[in-house]
Each structure stands twice: as C-alpha cells, then as structure tokens.
C-alpha cells in the first residue's frame, strides 16, 4: 500500500503524497506523530546518554590532566585525534565492539564531548585566581573541600559554555547514527532521502534544530539558577 | 575479532583500490571536492571576515555563525539540498557523481569556522600593538597588512585546519546521501551486511582525516610568523586563554 494508494482512497491527495510531496505538510505531522515522537525521544535519550558520559569521563581526567602536566598533552592529543575523525567512519570502528546498538552511538558521541568538555573544564579551572586559591587554603580548606566549594563553582561559567557547545553539536551529530539504525531522528532523515519524501526529511530536520536550541537554553537556565547560588555561597 | 581479519584482508585485496568505483578512485574524488570546497570557502568568508575584524564590526555575527552552524546537523543539510531541485548538475567533471549540490553544502559547511577564527584572529591583536601602529604614522591599510595581518595568521590558520577536518568529515557524509566519495564504502558495507568493507572505508576515512590534520598542522607551523612565542603560548595555555577557548569551542560537527 503505497502512499498515493491512500491519498486516492481519501479522494482528496495529501499534501506528502507522491504528486506534490511538499516540504511542510500538517497532514504528515498528524498521520505520523507516533513515528515522530519515537525518533525524537530516542534522539533526546541518545543525546542526553552521551553528553552525561562524556561529563562523567571528562571530569576525572581534566583533574588528572590539571595534576600532571606531562599528561595534560598526551590526552589533549588524542582527544583531538578522536575529534579529527568523522563521525560516519568512527561509529563503524565501534561497532566490532559494540554492535549494531544504541550504546556504539552513546560511546562515539561521549568521544566528541569529551574533546571540549575536557578543554572547557581546564580552562574553567585554570580561570580561578591564585588568590583565592590561596586564600581558601589559608582558611583551611582542604584539597576536596577547595575543589567542590571553591574551583568548581568560580570555574562553572567556563565549564557550562562547553557544555552548550558540547550538547548542541551531540544534537546535530546524533544524526549520523542511523548508520547503525540509532540516529533518532536521523533514521527518519535518511528514510527521507531514500524514499523521496520531502516531508519526513525537512520535518525531522527542523526538529533537531529546535532540540539543540531547546536543550541550549535549558543549560543556561540552568547556570543562570546555579550561578547566583554560589556566588551567594562564596561572597 | 574475525571481523579484524576480514577488514585486513578488504583492505590488502588490490582489486578493492583499482578501477572504476574502487576506493582510489573515491579518495581522489573526496579530496577534490574537499579541497575545492575549502578553497572556495577561503576565498568567499576570508577577506570579509578579516575586514570586518579590521574594522572592529559585525563581531556578534562572525562569532555566532559557528554556534548557528554548529546547530543545524550536517546531515539534514546534505539531505535537504540533495533532495531539493537541483541547484546545478548532479555530475559535475572530475568532482564524479557528487554534483554542485554536494560542493555547494561543503562550501557553506566551511565558512563558519574560517570567518569566526578569522575576525577573531584580527580582534586579538594587542591594542598597544595597534597603537604603535597608529603612533608610527600608518594608514588603515597598512596597519591591516603590515600589523594585523602577520599577527592573526596563526589563528586564521588553526580556522582553515578545522575547516579542512569539517569539510573532510562533510563530504564523508556527503557519500552518504549523494553518491561516490569513501563513505559510500562504509555505508555500502553498513546497509548489506558487509561490515569489513564498512570497517576498512571508516579506517581509510580515519587515517586520511588524521593525515591531512597532521599536514594542516604543519603548514601552520611553517607560516607562523613568531614561532618561539606561539608555541610557548601552547604550553603555557594561561597566556593565550581566550585563543585556546576559540579553537577549542569550534565543532567539527559531522
């Protein structure tokens, strides 16, 4: 059953069927919103998954990078190495490890945040000024204590800058996924381009441009409700 | 782990490279358009950036075109302008299957990160600098090509290195949805069921991108005009903050 079998049905063609296959169509939107709302979904979980990944590996590292300066280079090359690669030839190297599944996505994505996130995070601690640094340590906080109460909130407008660069190129890279079938919206993009059908393509395109911009203005919400709280704390 | 041996044996099997469709030829056609498309990007976003840099304009939109792009997926692009009546011919002479269509979203997928690094690399020249020039007795433009210009070439060129990345990576995708180029290897491998082939194109994509940033990097090098103070810069990142933010916030975005 083809697309324009059921337009003729309906007596009146759609504004996706095969004659005028326009690009923006309500019909589309309306006929297919269970498809729709499942790519979004699974683009947003994909996206959320890698990011948090990418935070949960850059974190320790930056501090080991900050600690030993020797490795600071070593691990800033190969993260730029890893960033040098595309995206389409990085998630078929996975996929001998990790399959045809979500997790390849997952792991190829949190690879890319990691370069910034890894960059921003030294950058973000490296902004804290010696005296403060000092005068904390002079009022006897220790090594932890300084990091979590002092470093990390004075460093956390530099962290977060990355964390937006870091989420909003995820968004638009999750995408390229649909290689190994888990691309959110990306899988209904490349249906779009196979199949010819306009309305699926710019439809989903749209969507990922609206997600990045939805999950960039959730991260600065979010730094503009944590940033008075520290500086609250600090003052 | 078979998987490893099939990939090395796609790879060393001669008949795999040669002849029409095989991957020399496809590498040939990547780098072509991949180099066209950045040369002709150089050429459009280049002076207008650095002009604007010089005149200390147009900063918040030759800042947030990397963030715009940067947003807008590589992929759905491609896809649009594929799908879209043609802008142009779909086979286009050496450039093989991949069309006008294809150089035109390289080209446009190149221009943000030149024209950002560009108008920054010109807005970071030192004011005292600036007003040696000023003070000894130097026009606009001879301030433009004389001062500003040999101190920003450093970070112009980190701009072309990522473009050259963001445009190798784009014209891999590219395959994807338009025709030949290397990705079509992999996604050829990918769709049936031939993961060697897949996992050979992605290693050959892979060593090329490194390679040719490896060669972006030693250009740079070569062309930097104070080569003691900008490495020194790079080991001590404290000095040079702002510039390592820029290089690093930039996307490579595919």
């Keep these: ?18 004659l005028t296959n326009e690009w923006f169509c309500t019909q589309y939107l309306h006929d297919y919103r269970s498809e729709i709302v499942d790519a979004t979904t699974q683009h947003l979980g994909i996206t959320v998954a890698a990011v948090l990944l ?18 600071e280079s070593s691990i800033l090359g ?18 001998p490890f990790t399959g045809l599944t979500a997790t390849t996505v997952v792991i190829g994505l949190a690879l890319y945040a990691l370069t910034v996130l890894v960059r921003s995070m030294l950058e973000g601690l490296r902004s804290v000024p010696d005296d403060v640094r000092e005068s904390a340590t002079g009022l006897g906080y220790g090594a932890g204590r300084l990091l979590f109460r002092v470093e990390l909130p004075l460093a956390l407008p530099v962290i977060m800058a990355g964390l937006r660069v870091a989420t909003v190129s995820t968004v638009a890279l999750t ?11 990306g899988n209904l993009i490349k249906d779009g381009v196979t199949t010819d059908f306009r309305a699926e393509l710019f439809t989903a395109s749209v969507l990922c441009v609206v997600l990045a911009v939805v999950l960039d203005a959730l991260i600065v919400v979010l730094q503009w409700v944590l940033t008075p709280w520290t500086r609250g704390a600090q003052a | 782990m078979n998987v490893f041996a099939d990939t090395w044996t796609y790879l060393t099997d001669p008949g795999n490279w040669q002849g029409e469709g095989g991957m020399l030829q496809l ?15 150089m050429v459009i976003g280049l002076p207008v950036a650095l002009w604007l840099g010089h005149l200390g304009r147009g900063g918040f939109l030759a800042i947030n075109i990397s963030n715009i792009g940067r947003a807008v997926p590589t992929f759905a692009l491609l896809a649009i302008l594929v799908t879209a009546d043609h802008p142009g011919v779909r086979t286009f002479g050496p450039y093989g299957r991949a069309g006008v269509a ?6 446009l997928f190149a221009l943000p990160p030149l024209i950002t690094n560009a108008y920054v690399a010109v807005r970071e020249v030192p004011a005292d600098v600036r007003q040696a020039a000023d003070g000894m007795g130097m026009t606009g433009l001879q301030k433009f090509t004389r001062v500003e210009l040999p101190l920003a070439l450093p970070l112009v060129m980190s701009g072309v290195r990522l473009a050259l990345v963001q445009v190798w990576a784009t014209a891999t995708i590219a395959a994807l949805v338009a025709g030949p180029g290397l990705g079509r290897v992999i996604t050829d491998g990918f769709y049936r069921s031939d993961y060697p082939k897949g996992i050979a194109g992605a290693i050959v994509v892979a060593l090329v991108a490194l390679v040719l940033e490896l060669f972006a990097a030693t250009v740079q090098r070569a062309v930097d005009p104070t080569p003691g103070a900008s490495s020194r810069g790079r080991r001590h990142p404290k000095s040079v903050g702002r510039r390592r933010v820029a290089e690093a916030a930039e996307p490579v975005g595919s």
Aim: charged share 5%; with cysteine.
């Design chain 1, 78 to 95: 190969v993260s730029t190495g890893i960033y040098t690669i595309p995206s389409l030839a990085l998630f078929p190297l996975l996929v």
């Design chain 2, 27 to 41: 590498l040939v056609q990547q780098l072509l358009i991949s180099v066209t498309a950045l040369a002709a990007a």
């Design chain 1, 175 to 185: 995408t390229v996924g649909s290689l190994v079938a888990y691309g959110g919206l």
């Design chain 1, 54 to 71: 990418g935070v949960v590996i850059a974190f320790p590292l930056s501090l080991l990078a900050r600690r030993l300066p020797r490795l």
């Design chain 1, 1 to 18: 059953m083809t697309l324009l079998a059921q337009a003729t049905a309906a007596g009146q063609p759609s504004c996706y069927s095969r």
């Design chain 2, 102 to 107: 294809t150089l035109i979203a390289l080209t």
